[in-house]
């Protein structure tokens, strides 16, 4: 825990400490002539300290000139008054310690009995002793009770630590990512939820461990696809010298346009502490593109005329029929023209033995374009569809199915798209 704090101001030197937190400290009268002066003692603080340089351009207005790791000791004193409050955090944002400081605004003139006064404007060095886990200072004016400026303390310590990876406060881990795995089902239907899930891999190649690792996961895609929770996800997790760890994570994925459409995924690693060293950032990031098909979905008809659906596994040929249809036709968000089907990528059977890229072929080698029943099984609305013909027994449908479905390619808008359409059936040995 930091036990004391200095600031050295610009026109003199004051050493502040405290202990370890304040609760609500009383407020400092407006006339800094009734504050004593601090009685100054020369306890050490340890061997390192931060030392962040801050100009007040107001009293509420504040910016950082500079800030580093010294290893000179720094003095202190106790009992300064509770003109500016010093809130610790560190890399979990957890409060570490809260201190009274002296403000570069209150002027202490040296002598015996030296004097006080406000200036409008000054520059004071806010010294904190050195902790590896410290990542931000908070300065608020406690009579205001605003905050003035924050102080990232982090970004010195890492510097201090990548020149002296030998220090005994400072450690040196190589992390990486060593691979990015998206998946995705076969293909997405245009409109209807899939899921696509990505395994991260994180190393630690050492010297030092276990360390904590900060992992960094997101995703993107192109037009054509959206990712309902996209938001970066980072993780912290425990990596021991030669081992790995893998990280997965799920995205609900939908597909808006027909085609291949590219999804990447990135994930980074930083160490958690600022004061371990990577010397090779190099293999901190990896990417992986995916390409998710998306399907257009079409209107499926098994056994054109029939009501019943019946499926004989031992009838041989099963006639299914793939209907033309507008946009908006039976809640088709695409037109479908049935007769620009490619016949060699069909393949029939029921849902999950198609995304697992089984199911029947085509049994005659072609399409056959024809009128073919509507759903109700009587209309035919003279448009031309194509017929096909499977055997449902290769490795399309067995009994208990309840949905026989057929998955090909056909053309749209001059390119060849996945289409996929299903329909109800009993099936029986």
């Not at 009685?39 to 351009?57: G, L, Q, S």
């Not at 500016?84 to 310690?97: M, N, P």
């Not at 079409?298 to 596994?313: F, M, Q, W």
């Given at each position: 825990?930091v036990r004391k704090?200095?600031?050295?101001a610009?026109a003199?030197?004051?050493?502040?400490?405290?202990?370890?937190?304040f609760a609500d400290?009383?407020?400092?009268?407006?006339?800094?002539?009734?504050?004593p002066?601090?009685v100054?003692?020369f306890d050490?603080?340890?061997?390192?300290?931060?030392?962040a340089?801050?100009?007040?351009?107001?009293?509420?207005q504040?910016h950082v000139?500079?800030?580093?790791?010294t290893?000179?000791r720094a003095?202190?004193?106790?009992?300064e008054?509770p003109i500016?409050?010093?809130?610790?955090?560190?890399?979990?944002?957890?409060?570490?310690?809260?201190?009274?400081?002296w403000?570069?605004?209150?002027?202490?003139?040296?002598?015996?009995?030296?004097?006080?006064?406000?200036?409008s404007?000054?520059?004071?060095?806010?010294i904190?002793?050195?902790?590896p886990a410290l990542a931000?200072?908070t300065?608020t004016?406690?009579?205001?009770?605003?905050e003035?400026?924050?102080v990232d303390l982090?970004a010195?310590?890492r510097?201090?630590?990548?020149?002296?990876?030998?220090d005994?406060?400072?450690k040196?881990s190589?992390?990486a990512?060593?691979a990015?795995?998206?998946?995705?089902?076969l293909?997405?239907?245009?409109?209807?939820p899939i899921?696509?899930?990505?395994a991260?891999?994180?190393?630690?190649?050492g010297?030092d461990?276990?360390?904590?690792a900060?992992?960094r996961r997101?995703?993107?895609?192109?037009a054509?696809?959206?990712?309902?929770d996209a938001?970066?996800?980072t993780?912290?997790?425990p990596?021991?010298?030669?081992?790995?760890q893998?990280?997965?994570k799920?995205?609900t994925?939908?597909?808006?346009q027909?085609?291949?459409v590219?999804l990447t995924a990135?994930?980074?690693?930083?160490?958690k502490?600022?004061?371990v060293?990577?010397?090779?950032?190099?293999?901190d990031v990896?990417s992986?593109?995916l390409g998710?098909?998306?399907a257009v979905?079409a209107t499926?008809n098994v056994?054109?005329?029939s009501?019943?659906n019946v499926v004989?596994?031992n009838?041989?040929?099963?006639p299914?029929g793939?209907?033309?249809?507008?946009?908006g036709?039976?809640g088709?968000?695409v037109a479908?023209?049935?007769?620009?089907i490619d016949w060699?990528?069909?393949?029939?059977?029921?849902?999950?033995?198609?995304?697992?890229g089984?199911g029947?072929r085509?049994?005659?080698?072609?399409i056959?374009?024809?009128?073919?029943e509507?759903?109700d099984e009587r209309t035919?609305?003279?448009?031309t569809?194509a017929m096909?013909?499977f055997d449902?027994?290769?490795d399309?449908?067995?009994?208990?199915d309840?949905?026989a479905c057929?998955y090909?390619r056909?053309?749209?808008?001059g390119?060849?798209v996945?289409?996929y359409?299903?329909d109800?059936?009993?099936?029986?040995?």
């Amino acid at each position: 825990m930091v036990r004391k704090i200095v600031l050295v101001a610009a026109a003199g030197l004051l050493l502040i400490a405290g202990p370890a937190a304040f609760a609500d400290p009383t407020p400092p009268p407006p006339d800094p002539a009734t504050i004593p002066l601090p009685v100054f003692d020369f306890d050490a603080d340890p061997a390192k300290a931060v030392v962040a340089r801050v100009t007040f351009d107001s009293r509420t207005q504040a910016h950082v000139e500079s800030t580093t790791v010294t290893t000179s000791r720094a003095r202190g004193h106790s009992g300064e008054p509770p003109i500016l409050r010093l809130r610790l955090t560190d890399v979990d944002g957890a409060e570490v310690d809260r201190i009274n400081a002296w403000s570069p605004l209150w002027r202490l003139d040296g002598g015996p009995n030296g004097s006080k006064g406000v200036r409008s404007s000054g520059t004071g060095n806010f010294i904190v002793p050195f902790s590896p886990a410290l990542a931000a200072m908070t300065v608020t004016d406690v009579r205001l009770n605003q905050e003035v400026v924050t102080v990232d303390l982090a970004a010195p310590i890492r510097t201090f630590c990548g020149a002296n990876p030998g220090d005994p406060d400072c450690k040196e881990s190589d992390l990486a990512i060593t691979a990015v795995e998206p998946s995705a089902p076969l293909f997405g239907v245009l409109g209807q939820p899939i899921t696509v899930t990505v395994a991260s891999d994180v190393a630690n190649n050492g010297p030092d461990g276990p360390t904590d690792a900060r992992v960094r996961r997101e995703v993107s895609a192109g037009a054509g696809l959206t990712i309902a929770d996209a938001a970066p996800v980072t993780t912290d997790v425990p990596v021991a010298v030669g081992t790995t760890q893998r990280l997965t994570k799920a995205y609900t994925v939908t597909c808006t346009q027909p085609g291949t459409v590219n999804l990447t995924a990135t994930t980074r690693v930083t160490a958690k502490l600022p004061s371990v060293v990577d010397a090779a950032p190099a293999n901190d990031v990896r990417s992986a593109t995916l390409g998710v098909t998306c399907a257009v979905p079409a209107t499926v008809n098994v056994k054109p005329g029939s009501a019943e659906n019946v499926v004989n596994l031992n009838d041989g040929v099963l006639p299914v029929g793939v209907l033309t249809t507008n946009a908006g036709e039976y809640g088709n968000p695409v037109a479908v023209d049935a007769t620009t089907i490619d016949w060699s990528t069909l393949r029939l059977a029921a849902p999950s033995r198609i995304l697992a890229g089984l199911g029947a072929r085509e049994r005659h080698g072609r399409i056959h374009p024809e009128n073919v029943e509507e759903l109700d099984e009587r209309t035919r609305d003279r448009d031309t569809d194509a017929m096909l013909h499977f055997d449902p027994k290769t490795d399309g449908l067995t009994v208990g199915d309840t949905s026989a479905c057929v998955y090909g390619r056909l053309r749209l808008a001059g390119a060849m798209v996945a289409f996929y359409g299903c329909d109800r059936v009993t099936v029986r040995p």
